[in-house]
Each structure stands twice: as C-alpha cells, then as structure tokens.
C-alpha cells in the first residue's frame, strides 16, 4: 500500500529549491536570453537575502566559487537592472577616469574600493562572453575588476549623481524586497513576456527531462526489465478521453497507466495554478487504473504558493520533490503500478 503523500512541510524539506547547476548551465550556454532568464531567479535571492553590500559581495563569491552563478553574469544583471550597457560605463574609464575617480578611489557610505582602469575584456560582459561563463574560471585580476563595477553600479550616484545617476542599487539593499520586485517587473531586461516565456519554456522542458524523465526511464529499464511500458505525451485513459501530460507511463500489457506532472518554479508564476487545476480534474477524471504523479519543487512555488501545494498533494496519489532519492521514489511506484503490484 502506498504510504500518504508527505506534508508541504515535509516537501520543502526535501525540495532541491533552485535548479541544479549544471543544468542551469546546460540551459545558459544557448543563448544571452537564456543565461539571464536561467540565472535571474539567483540574482533576485542575492539581491533579496544582502542587508549591506559587505554580505552582498560574500554571496557573490560563493555562488562564483560553486558556478552556480558566474560573477560576470551577476555583474550583467546590474548592468540590465541599471539601464546601462559598456557604451554608456567606458566613458568614465577613459579620459574622465581621474575627475571621475579621484586617486582612483569611490568612496561612499563609509566604503571605500580602489577603481582601476575597467575594460571589457576583464569584466567579460559581451553577450558571447555571458553564453560561455560557466566554462570560464574567473582569473583573479578579473573578479576585482568585476567586484570594482558592482560597487561603482551600487553608490556611483552617491558620489556623483549627475555622471552616475544610474547608478544606484545600493536602494535594494535596504529594501525587504517588494521594491526590488516592483521595479524589475518594468525594467527588468526589458523582455517581452513573449519571448521570456519562450525562454522558460524551453528551461523547463530540459529540468523536466534531466530531472525526472531520464532517470525514471533508466530506472524502470534497469529495475523493471520485463516491463512493457510506452512513453507519450497525450494518452486515452477512457474511452473518448484524452489528456496531455508531461509524460504519460502506460502499460501495454494491462493499460495501466500513470501520468506525470513536472513542476519546478523558482520565482512565483501563474503557472502552479494550472498545475492545481490539472490535479482536481485528474482525480476526478481518472478510472482506477490511471494515477496521478506529481514532481513539485523551486523556492518559488514551495514558499509562495502554499494552497496550490496543498491542493496538489491533496488530490495527486504521489508527490515527490525534483531530490534524487525522491525520483527513485517515484520511478518505483510506476514500476510497481505498471506491473499490477
């Protein structure tokens, strides 16, 4: 008999909570578009965890250190957020450069850094060199250059309104967060919902695959070797009734069948809503031989969408976290209830 499904307490757990990264690095290696909409959703959790720019700065570097989150491409997060491409910054580094720095220092908010001569080559900000960051280990010489831009993007303004009026995300740090969120919604990158959502689409599909489909095929071919079982995308589970699904696990002996929802959002969206509606109309759909399998996971959904959560491990038969051991879980209930155990 299978057990009761975990609460969302228990769920979030066990939740991985962000993308794994080497998979946010498979999806930003396609294009500029794709590394930023991949790596936003940790910019915004720096950006909403820093109180000062001391800890923001530490954050930086570990997620540098781990490649989680390359610091060139979180430099060029700043630069999006602030409006402000290297055409409009090289102009301070060349001959305003002294009147701009004096001694070549910025000094603001009782923080002083050195500001050398930036170029771009050593911040590394070009559109091909974001596509290839996760391949690139920072050289030291770099990051300072890098960390000295992320500063002057914090307090320019501070110092020198009227040459970096723009220049002013240190307002973010003092903020809880909704500031923050409320300004990225208009000035963001500047993406149409369009092709944003088309970029997420296309994360998505590739996090459900790598995280669920692959090793819960591997698993049932390795563990469940007689099992006859076809993988589709729409399946009739009744007479005259067809459903699309993430992924459809059907039995070709005893039309058994198991459908399968993958849901990993990061930032809150609109989508865990469908999500929750599939779920009410698969369990009330559903003979006995159909089941409902859900894989929920990300920040986004597990901390802001708490009745969507409970809604969904209410009328699902097994929910399981985008975890490991969780995926094995789940591969053995479809292997279980493909072969009639």
């Known amino acids: 008999m299978q057990p009761p499904n975990l609460t969302p307490t228990q769920l979030r757990n066990c939740a991985l909570l962000y993308w794994p990264p080497q998979i946010r690095a498979e999806v930003a290696s396609q294009s500029f578009l794709d590394t930023m909409m991949a790596t936003y959703p940790l910019f915004r959790q720096v950006m909403h965890d820093s109180e000062d720019f001391n800890s923001l700065l530490a954050k930086i570097r570990d997620l540098d250190n781990s490649n989680a989150l390359p610091m060139n491409v979180f430099l060029r997060h700043c630069m999006l957020f602030s409006d402000l491409g290297w055409e409009a910054i090289k102009k301070w580094f060349g001959d305003a450069y002294a009147e701009v720095f004096p001694e070549g220092l910025l000094t603001a908010q009782n923080l002083q850094l050195a500001i050398p001569l930036i170029r771009q080559g050593r911040i590394r900000t070009s559109s091909a060199h974001i596509t290839s960051s996760y391949d690139h280990a920072l050289k030291e010489a770099e990051r300072q250059q890098i960390e000295a831009l992320i500063f002057v993007l914090f307090y320019g303004s501070d110092v020198n309104h009227q040459v970096m009026v723009k220049c002013n995300l240190s307002v973010y740090l003092s903020d809880d967060g909704s500031l923050f969120d409320a300004d990225s919604q208009v000035k963001y990158i500047q993406v149409s919902r369009q092709t944003g959502g088309a970029a997420a689409a296309i994360g998505g599909s590739l996090l459900e695959k790598r995280i669920a489909i692959d090793p819960?095929?591997?698993?049932?071919?390795?563990?469940?070797?007689?099992?006859?079982?076809?993988?589709?995308?729409?399946?009739?589970?009744?007479?005259?009734?067809?459903?699309?699904?993430?992924?459809?696990?059907?039995?070709?002996?005893?039309?058994?069948?198991?459908?399968?929802?993958?849901?990993?959002?990061?930032?809150?969206?609109?989508?865990?809503?469908?999500?929750?509606?599939?779920?009410?109309?698969?369990?009330?759909?559903?003979?006995?031989?159909?089941?409902?399998?859900?894989?929920?996971?990300?920040?986004?959904?597990?901390?802001?969408?708490?009745?969507?959560?409970?809604?969904?491990?209410?009328?699902?038969?097994?929910?399981?976290?985008?975890?490991?051991?969780?995926?094995?879980?789940?591969?053995?209930?479809?292997?279980?209830?493909?072969?009639?155990?």
């Not at 990993?264 to 509606?277: A, D, M, W």
């Not at 779920?279 to 559903?286: I, M, Y």
């Open 216 to 341: 819960i095929t591997e698993l049932l071919s390795i563990e469940y070797p007689n099992l006859q079982f076809s993988m589709l995308k729409e399946h009739e589970f009744a007479v005259g009734q067809r459903m699309t699904s993430d992924q459809w696990f059907v039995s070709e002996v005893n039309n058994r069948a198991v459908a399968l929802e993958v849901s990993f959002q990061e930032t809150t969206n609109s989508t865990i809503e469908r999500k929750r509606r599939d779920a009410q109309n698969r369990q009330r759909l559903f003979p006995t031989n159909v089941v409902s399998a859900f894989v929920l996971d990300g920040v986004g959904t597990l901390d802001h969408r708490h009745n969507a959560v409970n809604d969904i491990i209410e009328y699902s038969d097994i929910v399981v976290s985008a975890r490991p051991d969780q995926i094995e879980h789940l591969g053995r209930f479809i292997g279980n209830f493909l072969s009639g155990n």
